[in-house]
């Protein structure tokens, strides 16, 4: 059991500095889309409430007249993953954990969904190998969108200091 649960949480940490790396990117491309310095972007990226905020921002910035549009056709399929990559970490960090005396670890989602003429919350899902695999993969793709990220911004000169 102490085995699976490390297997568990090595992973969860590691999707977690992928992820905070990755969205730490979002401050260069701010910078280069509003000509600020590299400091008032981060003002700006602090006070933005979250990831959504953030991403929603840089494309809203892309699609300024004005913006090239070379640069805007490939910044906006990368917050595109961005984006789709988002539910996956979300789910892993804003869920709760149960671990069964049997081993099986599963995350309770805490999310309400509202439906017609009811709500349904608490969606429980078993950390099987499968799911692990799921891990992985999100970690893979987490990690190709950062290197393509860095590549846009040394070909654009989007400030990297």
């Known amino acids: 059991m102490q085995a699976r649960l490390d297997d568990v949480l090595l992973r969860v940490g590691r999707l977690n500095y992928v992820w905070s790396n990755t969205e730490s990117l979002l401050i260069h491309l701010i910078a280069g889309l509003t000509g600020m310095t590299q400091q008032q972007s981060v003002v700006v990226f602090l006070s933005l409430g979250g990831t959504k905020g953030r991403v929603d921002l840089v494309e809203r910035l892309a699609k300024l007249d004005g913006t090239d549009s070379a640069l805007r056709d490939r910044l906006l399929p990368l917050m595109g993953r961005f984006s789709r990559l988002s539910a996956s970490r979300n789910r892993y960090n804003h869920s709760i954990w149960s671990f069964a005396e049997d081993g099986s670890i599963s995350t309770i989602l805490m999310r309400i969904a509202d439906r017609r003429d009811r709500i349904r919350m608490g969606a429980r899902e078993a950390l099987d ?9 999100v970690i893979q793709d987490l990690s190709e969108l950062n290197r393509e990220i860095w590549l846009f911004l040394q070909e654009t000169g989007f400030p990297i200091e």
Request: proline share 0%; hydrophobic share 20%.
């Open 129 to 137: 190998d499968e799911e692990l695999r799921r891990i992985d993969t």
